[in-house]
């Protein structure tokens, strides 16, 4: 089937397991894909089957389905779960044999596994297999000893199956003997008649032994194996010993196992006897579990209850008593279940539910859990309620063990140690659990304690280091891996042992330090509120006992603060009783009252440490002698204060009330004498008796109707005199506040005020209480209008003063701090911005000033033409020309702040504009410049600012005067002083800037030849000023260096300056370039930023050309020289090499050319060694200057190379001296005929020219120049001559001649 075929890459062996697995589970072809899939995405089933396969000693694999798919185990037996449903079983047929892909098919067997399949197995062997094998047919073949031996074996086997599947299902099947062996059989089988006795009597044996296996069953093996079983175990114990002794009692009443007994008692075996007795004890043990069964079911609604785990353990104790109370029932009615041991079994099964129940409501993880998640106080209540919980069930169980005891039986005589064995360790487990989150909690309270005194940091400190440690402690404890509630763990004991010496060397470690802390405190409060820091901590035995030995100190302490307090009083009474300034009593109260909150302070001084005392002089073990004494004292000063309290208000009550009562007789108002301003009546005594009665009531001291009387108007008291103090408030404001110019327009209004006041300062009394709100009302009436004119007028005035003041906030000009220079047209862009909003903003202020001064004319009703109204408007004008004035200065002032250099450089101000320096032609020049031309219209630094200061004044254009109908305020502000003084600074600055922006520009200048001197030029003169040789001072043979040099055709070059001029002017150029590259820029000058740049750039490109010129000048020359010098060096050393004229000796022009090449050597022998030095010293400058340049190796070379060439002349000189011996000879020969004909010429030279005057008497003057120009001719070809003879006379080493005859005729 192509659908069912198994995916592509699947192990053939896989492959083939598979695909029976789907034969037996059913799967449809169309589903094989899916299931091929869901296995081999199965990593662990594909692990597992492969496992079983590729491992010889892999027994079996197991394929468990799930759906349609299945998952393999090879390793693990299946659960019970698995196993409710079919599975397969893969099975190895030989061990040893590997599973390949070829064998498979016989090497594996496919099983399938139920859960009946024990069942199954005994249904199969106990019919088919056995009637197979006993059939005779099946033996032939065998012999009688072989077939009696497999067929009692297979008996065995039988027997054995069959007792197993009896116990698989919880009851014992006593196994029936071979049929053949049976009374009633006939057959003849492996057991032969003779064996039959044998065979049952073996039967016998066997049931025996199981019957005695059940008969031995008790409930408290469990418990005695070390389990924890519960009452659930113990009903399921006798439920189950019922139902297998009610199996055993009906087989035994079987007709076959009758037989077999009655066989063997026939053939009087011994069996019979000892298993009637055992019939009997299974009917005494069976009668006895179906009694208990029948009993203990009543137990089983309460034993669930007990036993439920979603039950609340908080009321669970409330299932005790009926439990209890059933199983009191049960001893008293149960024929059976009435024994101690029965029932010691059952209490000890409820105490292990109540413990399993409480370590399900809290255990060691819980614990720790809480603690970590800082609940430890739900942790102690979870813990206490499980202790109580647990002493609950024993003290429940004291109760019915009484009424047992009362009920007249012999009661529950067992030993409450026994039953409780485990329960009390749990209890003590619980305790100590208790302990550690107890002291986990007074621990966990010093994370906030914050101790005082000299010493309080230091102690502070030691408290957080104690509570470090002990969270350290505690999570040691913590680390342990058991669970700290069971009782099974004793490692327990020694972790908490651990646990409590760390917090007991701890706590001693508490005590120190709480001394410590003590006697660091030195006031009673201080110390107390140090024991309530440390009150959790107060319990623990330790720290209880260092307790004990600073109480008595702190006795002391307080003996010592009641003695304090009690001086304090004494010395202090009388300055409190006289009020005096230096009594201790707050000023902020009255006498009295302040003279009681000074007692009833004390009294609580006193009060509250002794409340502390008590409370813990409660948790010393005694009570000292000196806590009686402290508080026999005590009680003394208390009282002593509470009379001086008695005593202060009695004296109060009799000299204040009466005195206050009188003073409403007092009128309301008085006029001060000296200023003529009013004031409210209302005498202090009045105000001094309701302060004091209003404390009163806060102290809760009872007062005497007169007083209450008068505080009940104190209300109405002080709405009189706020009332009247407002009026009087606005009546003086009115008096006082109004200026000279301004008395005029009201003096009508001030004198209807006073008639208004009239009865108040004469008639009106502060008990005419019917008349007071009428006069209050009249005269606020008055009073308010004038003072609403008033405040009109002062409002107005000071609306136009605030608006001139909000021109003065913001100056014109404006830069915010860290502005960054920018361009001047674009500053004045922005400026003619803000200009344009101030004369907006100035023209709408301008109209409200009118409309203010308008206001107050219409307030104030007053005619316009009136002189007093003109003499206001000229003071209004006068405040708006300064408001003018003051707004101008701001602008100015903030721009001489830009232009100033100190304010800039204090607050590091960044510069205003951007101005470039450039080089214009042969000038350098600033753009944009200080100045320009009028009528250039190019924009200039002071164009710019004189036109801000024209946009200042032209501000004051906006606001039409307020005397005129027409006009401006601008003349009077252009000839104010400030303005003037401030433009003159303006000025100042812009000169002092551009000052230093001119010095800055000298700068530049003073390399100014760099660009107006010609390069060309100025160097010719350099080259030209103290010219030298390379090699001065050096003369060979009558000849300097130059002509030697000249003589052998090496080119030296000109004279030229000594190199240290060369460096100094290179190191010059070097120093400018470097100055110049290195000048900052942009810098800035003032409120200018200068950019310099492109000037800079083009002075240090002068420099480089300047530079370069002296550099390449001497790079050049040094070049020259050394390739001059070296090819001449090339050529002699060519030149004196082969063909040597000793080799072709007629070859004359070869020995002409060699003995020149000699005498040039001769020649040049030294002077070219003195060459050397100069031309190292040229290449020495290049390097100092970093040049590089042609021939430097060449020249390293040079030297040696000479010296060969010397060697080579010499060498030369002397193979071809024959041939220049008679090279001389030929010479010679010709020099004596040039000298005979240098004798001639010199004869005919003598004749020939005019040395006498005919030709000059003749007048022929031309023809004596000819003759003349025709001799000199002739003697310069005959000079001629001369030296070439001369020449070769050097030439050969022959005596030079000097010729002076031609020296005559040239001469």
Known sequence: DEAAAPPKGMDTRV???????????????????????????????????????????????????????????????????????????????????AITKDNVKDSCILLEMTKNIMDLLNMYCQSIYLSTLTNPSNQTGWSDLVAKDLMDKYHVFLASLHVTVGLMKGHTWLPHPPRDALPTSGGIGATGGGNKHHVLEGAVITWTKQIRHVLKQDPEILLKEGHNPEPSAELK???????????????????????????????????????????????????????????LGTLTKAIDKLTNESAEFETLESTFEPVF????????????????????VLIREICNTVIAQALRYVNGPDIFTMISSEETSECYAKLDATLKVCSTLKDVYLVFREVAANQGSEGWKMQNDALFVRLDAFRERCRDALDFARTVIQYTKLERVEIGGTRGKVLSDSIVEILEEFKVGVEEFKSVTYDIMDVGEHQFEHDFFKFRMTVKD???????????????????????????????????????????????TLLSTVEQDLTAVETVFVENRQMVDSFSDESPIYHNMPPCAGSIYWARSARHRINEPMAKLQFYNLALRETPEEFREVKKQHATLDALLANYEQHRYSEWESSSVEVAREKLKMRLLRRQEKTGLLKVNFDPALVRLLREVRFFLIFDIELPEAALEMFARVGTYRGWTNQLNHIVSMYNAVLTELLPVEEPLLEDRIAKMDQAL???????????????????????????????????????????????????????????????????????????????????????GGKEIHKFVKDSSEALKVSKVASNWKAYVDFVSNIVIEGFV????????????????????????????????????????????????????????????????????????????????????????????????????????????????????????????????????????FLNEDAEDLVQGFEEEGMTFRAIMDRIKVDIGRPIPTLNDFDKKILNFKSLKEELSNMKTPVDIHWLRIHAQPVKLALVSFARQWEEKYVQYIKDYTEARINALVTFIDQQFIGLGPPSPVDEPENEKLLYSTMTNIRDVKLATNAVKRMFVPIRELCQLLKKHHITHEGLVELEHSPTKWDEVIRMAFDVKEQILPLQSEEVLKIRNKIDVFAEELQGFTHEFREQCPFDSKNALSGDFDASYNTMNEYYNKTLAIRQRANEFNDLELLFDMQMSSYRELKECQE
Request: glycine letters at 4%; hydrophobic letters at 40%; proline letters at 4%.
């Open 15 to 97: 492959a083939w397991v598979l695909m029976r697995a789907m034969t037996l589970m059913g799967v449809r072809a169309e589903k094989a894909d899916k299931f091929y899939s869901a296995f081999t995405a199965d990593q662990a089933s594909s692990a597992a089957l492969t496992r079983f396969l590729d491992d010889t000693e892999s027994p079996v694999c197991y394929l468990i389905p799930t759906g349609d798919a299945v998952v393999a185990n090879s390793t693990d037996v299946p659960t019970p779960a698995q196993m409710r449903k079919k599975l397969i079983v893969v099975h190895r047929v030989n061990p040893e044999t």
């Open 886 to 1021: 003051s707004s101008i200065a701001v602008s100015l002032q903030t721009l001489c702040e830009i232009l100033d250099p100190l304010i800039i450089a204090k607050h590091e101000m960044l510069p205003l504009f951007d101005v470039k320096v450039e080089l214009d032609g042969r000038e350098i020049k600033f753009d944009p410049p200080f100045s320009a031309p009028s009528n250039s219209g190019s924009p200039s630094l002071r164009g710019a600012i004189d036109g801000w200061l024209k946009d200042f004044f032209a501000t004051v254009t906006c606001m039409q005067r307020l005397d005129t109908p027409t006009g401006d305020y601008l003349n009077e502000i252009r000839e104010h002083f400030q303005m003037q003084c401030l433009l003159a600074l303006v000025s100042e600055l812009i000169d002092n800037t551009e000052l230093k922006c001119m010095e800055y520009r000298q700068t530049f200048m003073q390399q100014s030849y760099l660009w107006t001197e010609s390069i060309d030029k100025t160097f010719e003169r």
């Open 506 to 552: 701890l706590d001693r470690r508490m005590a120190s330090l709480l001394g410590s802390a003590f006697d660091d405190l030195d006031t009673v409060n201080m110390r107390i509120k140090l024991f309530d820091i440390f009150e959790g901590l107060l319990e623990r035995p330790i720290i209880q006992a260092e307790l004990e030995k600073k109480h008595k």
């Open 758 to 844: 009239s009865p108040g300062l004469t008639e009106l009394k502060w008990k005419n209480e019917d008349e007071i709100p009428n006069f209050i009302e009249g005269t606020m009436k008055v009073v308010s209008d004038v003072s609403g004119v008033v405040d009109i007028m002062k409002n107005n005035l000071r609306s136009v003063s605030g608006t001139l003041s909000q021109w003065c906030k913001e100056p014109i000009v404006a830069r915010q701090r860290g502005a960054k220079p920018m361009a001047l047209d674009e500053f004045d862009l922005k400026h003619k911005e803000r200009v344009g909003m101030r004369m907006m903003t100035q023209s709408e």
């Open 237 to 295: 114990f006798w439920r189950s010993k019922a139902a297998n002794l009610n199996s055993i009692h009906s087989q035994l009443g079987m007709d076959a196992l009758k037989k077999v007994l009655k066989f063997l008692e026939t053939n009087k075996s011994t069996y019979t006897a000892p298993f009637s007795k055992l019939q009997k004890e299974v009917e005494e043990a069976r009668e006895e579990a179906n009694d208990n069964v029948r009993f």
């Open 325 to 344: 109370h059933s199983i009191l029932l049960i001893w008293r009615y149960s024929k059976f279940y009435n024994t101690p041991t029965r029932l010691a």
